[in-house]
């Protein structure tokens, strides 16, 4: 039902911008009884069917999901709008939408109870250069539906030059026959003034941040993950700071997650003891249901899906494989390490050095100097990283993290001295690490990132370590098979189009980067509710890790680490936290 009242409410909202725009659009019926009002009234109402259907349009999205707020506005906007179109004489069709429409949303007020999203100011500076653009259309549209009036013919920089004057409630240099100059006045102010006052609303009102760990939050997820923390190789990326939590109610459990574009978007598998998860999850999907969010997970393991499919009624799909290696049966002895081998060794010769260590045995000058090159080398102009990065090298509270650097030993001294090269692994459990990022200096030679995995690798067991994963792969099964003898038609197709889109994410080249190191392969799903959700949840995934940017950083927002290097390139979705 909300579906079919944001869609009516959009042609309502079409229906009062053409009243308000074009002064042909009428009804017979309709102009006989608008004779009785005033002529003054006319240019009045046609701005004011013009502003009501704009904020219908803006409206509708939040009566599909549900929104109280937007209920009260749509309640109060209906009957202006269906008295401006009866003011200026237009179509009957839309005044008795408009009041059907309302009655419908009175009858049925109960089913918009979702509360609002987080938010910021900086939707402020949004709303302002979209709103602008469109009332610069809006308003060419406008001066143009009135042009046999127009006295001349003017240009269309005066047209221009008309719209802007008008938006702020200046004359313009184009001149009217009749009382138009007034409609047309009165049309551009309304939408001026619209633009005005929405965007001082966005600006002024109080401020909800989005995502973000307390302290308390950060110590019971440390306390979960003490426990269970060898269950999940993502569990350690719950600690994002950029992330908000829910907790089952016997607190043994935890779900954290991040709100992107309507998207409630967690990443991993539940945080805690198994048997405590559906408690977690009934937390999470209530949070969803109460503002009307889209649940979503990406990268949840094959218990983790079955888990949430069972408690939820959702549905699961396989979005790729987590390559992980077991220390004790890595070798490069053999012919299928050659290639890896041969690099490695070429580099060593070329005078490179590595060193893998826990994060607790840096020196605080070492440690800033690797955030520094960390922050220099990163290969994108903003932060990446949600579903497998953490956010942050160095932190107090994350000692037990793993850094393994490249040196060049007759590197001239630089900004970074002899540093060419960084991997950062965070825990997984107590004997297992998690790759977070990878960063390079370009000059280096290539291969810094191979000479790092297997220097980690071999150092593994001296830190207690016995299992690490590797970076993510996106659709490697279908890669994988796709180019096998036997594969059908389809397979091949839908492995043709993965090559060509890996022209911009490179999914193929990050598969082939993971082979390298005789992985096992683990299986990653994310789990949606319908599959008209699916291109919502990847565009929403595409935020939150970083490949789509919508709105300026935001002030209180910790920087996201995540690094995008040659040999492994970052696929989009989950996974792309570790490229």
Request: proline residues 5%; contains cysteine; aromatic residues 8%.
């Given at each position: 039902?909300?579906?079919?009242?944001?869609?009516?409410?959009?042609?309502?909202?079409?229906?009062?911008?053409?009243?308000?725009?074009?002064?042909?659009f009428?009804?017979?019926?309709?102009?006989?009884?608008?004779e009785?009002?005033?002529?003054?009234?006319?240019?009045?109402?046609?701005?004011?069917?013009?502003?009501?259907?704009?904020?219908?349009?803006?409206?509708?999205?939040?009566?599909?999901?549900?929104?109280?707020?937007?209920?009260?506005?749509?309640?109060?906007?209906?009957?202006?709008?269906?008295?401006?179109?009866?003011?200026?004489?237009?179509?009957?069709l839309?005044?008795?939408?408009?009041?059907?429409?309302?009655?419908?949303l009175?009858?049925?007020?109960?089913?918009?109870?979702?509360?609002?999203?987080?938010?910021?100011?900086?939707r402020?500076?949004?709303?302002f250069?979209?709103?602008?653009?469109?009332?610069?259309?809006?308003?060419?549209?406008?001066?143009?539906?009135?042009?046999h009036?127009?006295?001349?013919?003017?240009?269309?920089?005066?047209?221009?030059?008309?719209?802007?004057?008008?938006?702020?409630?200046?004359?313009?240099?184009?001149?009217?026959?009749?009382?138009?100059?007034?409609?047309?006045?009165?049309?551009?102010?309304?939408?001026?003034?619209?633009?005005?006052?929405?965007t001082?609303?966005?600006?002024?009102?109080?401020e909800?941040?989005?995502?973000?760990?307390?302290?308390?939050?950060?110590?019971?997820?440390?306390?979960?993950?003490?426990?269970?923390?060898?269950?999940?190789?993502?569990?350690?990326?719950?600690?994002?700071?950029?992330?908000?939590?829910?907790?089952?109610?016997?607190?043994?459990?935890?779900?954290?997650?991040?709100?992107?574009?309507?998207?409630?978007?967690?990443?991993g598998?539940?945080?805690?003891?198994?048997?405590?998860?559906?408690?977690?999850?009934?937390?999470?999907?209530?949070?969803?249901?109460?503002?009307?969010?889209?649940?979503?997970?990406?990268?949840c393991s094959?218990?983790g899906?079955?888990?949430?499919?069972?408690?939820?009624?959702?549905?699961?799909?396989?979005?790729?494989d987590?390559?992980?290696?077991?220390?004790?049966?890595?070798?490069?002895?053999?012919?299928?390490?050659?290639?890896?081998?041969?690099?490695?060794?070429?580099?060593?010769?070329?005078?490179?050095?590595?060193?893998?260590?826990?994060?607790?045995d840096?020196?605080?000058a070492?440690?800033?100097?690797?955030?520094?090159?960390?922050?220099?080398?990163?290969?994108?102009?903003?932060?990446?990283?949600?579903?497998?990065?953490?956010?942050?090298?160095?932190?107090?509270?994350?000692?037990?993290?793993?850094?393994?650097t490249?040196?060049?030993?007759?590197?001239?001294?630089?900004?970074?001295?002899?540093?060419?090269?960084?991997l950062?692994?965070?825990?997984w459990?107590?004997?297992?690490?998690s790759l977070?990022?990878?960063?390079?200096?370009r000059?280096?030679?290539?291969?810094?990132n191979?000479?790092?995995?297997?220097?980690?690798?071999?150092?593994?067991?001296?830190?207690?370590?016995a299992?690490?994963?590797?970076?993510?792969?996106?659709?490697?099964?279908?890669?994988?098979?796709?180019?096998?003898?036997?594969?059908?038609?389809?397979?091949r197709?839908?492995?043709?189009?993965?090559?060509?889109?890996?022209?911009?994410?490179?999914?193929?080249?990050?598969?082939?980067?993971?082979?390298?190191?005789?992985?096992?392969?683990?299986?990653?799903?994310v789990?949606?509710?319908?599959?008209?959700?699916?291109?919502?949840i990847?565009?929403?995934?595409?935020?939150?890790?970083?490949?789509?940017?919508?709105?300026?950083?935001?002030?209180?927002?910790?920087?996201?680490?995540?690094?995008?290097?040659?040999?492994?390139?970052?696929?989009?979705?989950?996974?792309?936290?570790?490229?």
């Amino acid at each position: 039902m909300p579906l079919l009242v944001g869609r009516t409410c959009s042609l309502v909202g079409l229906l009062d911008i053409a009243a308000g725009s074009f002064p042909g659009f009428r009804h017979s019926r309709m102009h006989a009884l608008a004779e009785v009002i005033p002529g003054a009234f006319g240019p009045f109402a046609a701005a004011l069917s013009l502003s009501a259907g704009v904020l219908l349009l803006l409206l509708a999205h939040g009566l599909k999901r549900r929104k109280r707020r937007a209920w009260r506005a749509a309640i109060a906007l209906l009957p202006v709008g269906a008295a401006a179109q009866f003011g200026y004489r237009h179509s009957l069709l839309g005044v008795l939408l408009s009041l059907a429409l309302l009655a419908f949303l009175l009858r049925h007020r109960d089913q918009f109870a979702a509360l609002p999203d987080p938010r910021s100011r900086w939707r402020a500076l949004a709303n302002f250069v979209l709103m602008s653009a469109g009332s610069v259309l809006l308003g060419l549209l406008v001066v143009n539906a009135h042009s046999h009036r127009m006295v001349g013919d003017p240009s269309v920089a005066d047209r221009i030059a008309q719209v802007l004057y008008g938006l702020i409630g200046v004359e313009g240099p184009i001149d009217y026959r009749g009382n138009t100059s007034w409609t047309v006045a009165f049309s551009l102010g309304a939408l001026g003034m619209l633009t005005a006052l929405t965007t001082a609303y966005l600006a002024f009102r109080p401020e909800h941040p989005a995502a973000r760990l307390t302290e308390d939050d950060e110590r019971r997820l440390r306390a979960l993950l003490a426990g269970h923390g060898a269950r999940d190789s993502l569990g350690h990326f719950a600690l994002r700071r950029d992330k908000a939590v829910v907790f089952s109610p016997s607190g043994k459990a935890a779900v954290t997650y991040r709100v992107v574009s309507g998207v409630m978007l967690a990443s991993g598998d539940p945080i805690g003891d198994v048997e405590a998860w559906p408690g977690a999850i009934e937390r999470f999907m209530d949070e969803a249901r109460a503002h009307s969010w889209t649940p979503a997970v990406m990268g949840c393991s094959e218990t983790g899906g079955e888990v949430w499919t069972r408690e939820t009624g959702l549905d699961a799909l396989e979005l790729g494989d987590e390559a992980v290696v077991d220390v004790a049966d890595f070798s490069l002895a053999g012919r299928a390490m050659r290639n890896v081998r041969q690099m490695v060794k070429r580099i060593e010769r070329a005078g490179y050095e590595t060193r893998v260590r826990r994060v607790a045995d840096l020196g605080d000058a070492e440690l800033d100097r690797v955030r520094r090159a960390a922050g220099a080398w990163r290969g994108t102009d903003n932060e990446r990283g949600f579903s497998m990065a953490l956010g942050r090298i160095g932190d107090p509270a994350d000692g037990d993290c793993l850094i393994a650097t490249a040196h060049k030993q007759d590197a001239e001294p630089g900004e970074y001295g002899d540093l060419k090269a960084i991997l950062h692994f965070v825990p997984w459990g107590p004997d297992g690490a998690s790759l977070d990022l990878m960063r390079r200096d370009r000059s280096a030679d290539p291969g810094m990132n191979e000479l790092l995995i297997v220097a980690a690798l071999q150092s593994a067991p001296r830190l207690g370590v016995a299992r690490v994963s590797l970076n993510f792969a996106m659709f490697r099964a279908a890669l994988a098979r796709g180019e096998k003898i036997g594969a059908g038609p389809v397979l091949r197709a839908w492995r043709g189009l993965l090559l060509f889109l890996s022209r911009w994410f490179q999914i193929e080249s990050l598969y082939k980067f993971n082979a390298k190191f005789r992985p096992r392969w683990e299986p990653r799903f994310v789990v949606y509710r319908t599959s008209a959700d699916l291109p919502r949840i990847g565009f929403a995934a595409m935020q939150a890790e970083g490949f789509v940017t919508l709105a300026p950083p935001l002030p209180w927002r910790p920087a996201r680490v995540r690094g995008a290097q040659p040999g492994a390139a970052l696929a989009p979705g989950v996974g792309a936290g570790r490229g």
